[in-house]
């Protein structure tokens, strides 16, 4: 997909929802910085696998989280103003990217 729909959400996020994804995508970085620092210390193969597995879940549920939003506002808006299959198509073909 090239071209999304809109270049910004529908309904913009409150301070608090954007604080809080930007929480967690720091706690993610320093655990990013965290393996790279395990790599450079030469650590035990399986500690570095469980700290990438950590990390793949946290991405996982901040997208969730974002997804779930999307959903609730952009995507619920759009139907009630009759662009909910484009919307609709637009969001089937980023979760295929995301499910993989």
Known sequence: MDKF????????????EKQ????RL???????RGIQRM?????????????????NAALKKVGYSITERHM???VHRAINDGE????IDELLE???????
Do not use: W
């Open 5 to 16: 729909l809109h270049e910004e959400p529908i309904v913009p996020r409150t301070n608090e």
């Open 20 to 23: 809080a994804v930007i929480n």
């Open 26 to 32: 720091k706690r993610i970085e320093g655990q990013v």
């Open 39 to 55: 790599v450079e210390e030469d650590r035990y193969c399986i500690e570095i696998l469980v700290q990438i597995s950590a990390i």
């Open 72 to 74: 609730k506002h952009c």
């Open 84 to 87: 909910g299959e484009n919307v």
């Open 94 to 100: 980023i979760m295929k990217h995301f499910s993989k």
